[in-house]
Every structure is written in structure tokens, then in C-alpha cells.
């Protein structure tokens, strides 16, 4: 996906406070439709706090000292209401967590979770679409999955489980909070690798959060690097790599593993 993409989202100057500790300054980005972009930085600078703000997902108080503005199909979200925040969350822009168990109930059937990700759909073609989903998502036997609990599957299984969850409503972006971080390394890239193609497939933007480089060399399109709370450097996540200006950025780069 390219520049000339049409924006899908536009943060701009967003600050955020806890009581008198600001830990956001004028945090601005784009994202355009399709493309995957990163939030790259390490712990503490700010990543997960910025994308919260976007879906009103900061605790109460701190809700408060928001400023800035997050356009998004023409409304700032920042400044919707609740109930209309709600009906954006989940179904315009939906999220990942680095724990799957985060967004999923253990004593329920997987089956009867996917469902509720479309529940205007009616149930026969919603579960056709959701055996669809599943096998795209690499599951051999979706029907099984189906049937199947949350404990009998894998962390990567239950990955690969919400990514399928967080694109069957369509969502024009969906926000991952490093969704591979608690993963073995071996199948973090697996994992990925099915968020990027499914996201490709369904035309989804993608805005990964991530404290690592690598991911963003490998998946990524467009990075903004974050430190102490600030955007240091944005740009293609080529050009970044191959010429970081920032020596915050160049510290990361050095960083990935050969
Ligand atoms: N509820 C909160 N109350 C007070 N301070 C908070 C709260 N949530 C986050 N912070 C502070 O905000 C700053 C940014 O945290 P944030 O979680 O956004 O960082 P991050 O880059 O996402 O790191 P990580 O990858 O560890 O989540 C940190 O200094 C953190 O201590």
C-alpha cells in the first residue's frame, strides 16, 4: 500500500496525562487504508497509551487530560461519545492483545465467540464464514475448532483464533497490541505472517504496536518511532531502516538480531 492510499486515520498532537505525569506529547500519525504501519518503541514510550486513547480505552481519570484530536471516517474519536465509541470499537476497528485470553471467555465454544463478532449476519452463513476465516487462518479442520474450548488450544492457535475474529466484521483497521510478545519465537512469525496476508486479502489496515525492529523490517510498510511519550522520526519503514536519522531509532536498529 502506497502514500497515495486515502488516509483511514489521522492522530494528531495527541497528549496524554496521568494526573500531573504527562507521558504523551503531540503524538501525531497517519494510517492509510491497507497499510500495515508500526508504533515501534520500547517499553514506557507511549505505544499502548496512544492507541488506547483511540478507542477510549484509558482509565477513567486519565480520559480527562486527552488532548489532541483522531480523525477516523470523518469523526475525531477523541471526542465521541462512549456509545458511539462502542459502535466504532469491534466493528470499524477492532483489536488484538498480546493475550489472547484477553478477548477471549474460557468456558465458552470458540464457535459461539466468532459468532458474536457478526452477530448481524445470519448464523448459517456467518458460521460458513467464519470455517472460511479458519482455514485461511491455517486450521486444517476448522469445524473442530469450532467445537473446541479456549484451553485446549495453543497460544499460537488462540492468535491466530482472534486475528480471525478481529476481521470477520470487515474492520478497515484493526490495532495489535504486540500480538506476538507472549509467543514462542518460532511461531511469532508464523502468527504474523497470517495477520499480514489475511489483512492483505481483506484490504484491513493494521497498526502494530511493537517494541521490535525485526517485525517492523519484516511486516511493515510504514513505521513512527516513539520515545519518552514523542514521535522521533516517521517515514517508509525502508527508509528508516536503511537511513535512520534519530540515534534513538539507529539504537533500535542495531538492536534486531542479525
Ligand atoms: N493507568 C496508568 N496510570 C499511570 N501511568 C500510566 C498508566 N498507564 C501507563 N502509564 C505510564 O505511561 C507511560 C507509557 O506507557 P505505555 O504502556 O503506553 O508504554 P508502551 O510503550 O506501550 O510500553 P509497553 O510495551 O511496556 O506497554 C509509562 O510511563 C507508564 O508507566
Redesign the pocket.
Known amino acids: 500500500m502506497s502514500d497515495t492510499a486515502p488516509v483511514i486515520l489521522s492522530a494528531k498532537d495527541i497528549s496524554v496525562a496521568?494526573g500531573k505525569?504527562q507521558?504523551t506529547f503531540d503524538v501525531s500519525f497517519d494510517i492509510h487504508a491497507g497499510e500495515f504501519f508500526a508504533l515501534v518503541?520500547?517499553?514506557?514510550?507511549?505505544?499502548?497509551?496512544?492507541s488506547m486513547s483511540l478507542l477510549g480505552l484509558?482509565?477513567k481519570p486519565?480520559a480527562k487530560a486527552i488532548s489532541g484530536s483522531a480523525m477516523f471516517d470523518g469523526k475525531d474519536l477523541l471526542k465521541l461519545p462512549l456509545p458511539e465509541l462502542r459502535k466504532v470499537r469491534g466493528k470499524k476497528i477492532s483489536m488484538i492483545f498480546q493475550e489472547p485470553m484477553q478477548a477471549l471467555d474460557p468456558v465458552r465454544t470458540i464457535q459461539s465467540q466468532l459468532l458474536e463478532a457478526i452477530p448481524e449476519v445470519p448464523k448459517k452463513d456467518a458460521l460458513e464464514k467464519i470455517c472460511e476465516f479458519l482455514k485461511s487462518a491455517g486450521f486444517a479442520d476448522p469445524e473442530r475448532v469450532m467445537r473446541g474450548y479456549p484451553c485446549e488450544m495453543s497460544g499460537g492457535m488462540l492468535q491466530r483464533i482472534c486475528i480471525v475474529m478481529s476481521l470477520l466484521p470487515h474492520p478497515d483497521l484493526i490495532i495489535a497490541d504486540?500480538p506476538t510478545t507472549a509467543l514462542d519465537v518460532t511461531v511469532q512469525a508464523a502468527v504474523l505472517a497470517v495477520l499480514k496476508r489475511m489483512a492483505v486479502e481483506s484490504h484491513t489496515a493494521v497498526l502494530l504496536?511493537t517494541?521490535n525492529m525485526g517485525l517492523v523490517a519484516q511486516y511493515t510498510e510504514r513505521v513512527a518511532v516513539?520515545y519518552q511519550?514523542r514521535i522521533v522520526e516517521t517515514g517508509t519503514s525502508r527508509d528508516i531502516i536503511l537511513h535512520p536519522k534519530d540515534a534513538y531509532t539507529q539504537r533500535l536498529i542495531a538492536a534486531i538480531p542479525q
Open positions: 496521568f505525569k507521558v518503541g520500547e517499553s514506557g514510550s507511549g505505544k499502548s497509551v496512544t484509558l482509565p486519565s504486540e504496536i517494541h516513539m511519550g
